[in-house]
């Protein structure tokens, strides 16, 4: 019961990073803004994150909230936080557990809708049938696409390979890490 609410509470705060600012110029407003105001905080900070479901005889539930700051136009920095739950009733005993971990990330835009991206994260597993956890790291290469549908409203699409292939990652080798989904206000 206990990880139930806190999932919920994990998913209620996701879904507030989830809307951003909006940084574009509101209509009937000049193009070009103050250099100071160019330049504040709150146009170069943003937020952002992902939450993923699946249910039945494996059951993932996670959220990775991050944030990321401007340097330039075209370049960003970014921390992340991530947690997820699993149940994965194929094996006898079931198999349950939580992993956690952080990254941070840099990612540069090549044009408005295509961005490389690396990221070097650390992740907490416990591996079915051993009883310590481990932390194992990650460095993930790779690219991005994002498409206006619409106002603030994008398509996102990412590719990503772990180039570090540790020992102890629970992934095969040289499987993609995909992603794709909406973002509101970012």
């Known amino acids: 019961m206990k990880k139930i609410k806190l999932i919920g509470i994990l998913f209620f705060l996701l879904l507030n990073f989830c809307f951003g600012q909006d940084t574009k110029e509101v209509e009937n407003q000049p193009l070009k ?13 943003y937020f952002g994150g ?5 249910f039945g005889n494996y ?3 996670a959220v990775h909230p991050l944030v990321g700051y401007k340097i330039t136009h075209n370049f960003s920095v970014g921390l992340r936080v991530g947690y997820e739950y699993i149940k994965d009733n194929r094996y006898t005993p079931t198999y349950e557990t939580s992993n956690y971990g952080g990254s941070i990330f840099l990612r540069y835009r090549i044009i408005p809708q295509l961005y490389v991206h690396s990221e070097y994260a650390m992740t907490n597993y416990e591996l079915y049938g051993e009883s310590s956890r481990k932390w194992v790291p990650f460095l993930l290469l790779g690219a991005g696409f994002s498409q206006s549908l ?11 390979f772990d180039v570090l292939q540790n020992e102890n990652s629970p992934y095969n080798p040289w499987d993609p890490f995909f992603s794709a989904g909406i973002g509101v206000g970012f």
């Open 33 to 45: 803004q103050p250099q100071q105001q160019q330049n504040s905080l709150s146009n170069r900070i």
């Open 50 to 54: 992902d939450v993923g479901l699946m």
């Open 150 to 160: 619409g106002g603030n409203v994008y398509l996102n699409l990412q590719v990503l």
């Open 59 to 61: 059951t993932r539930i």
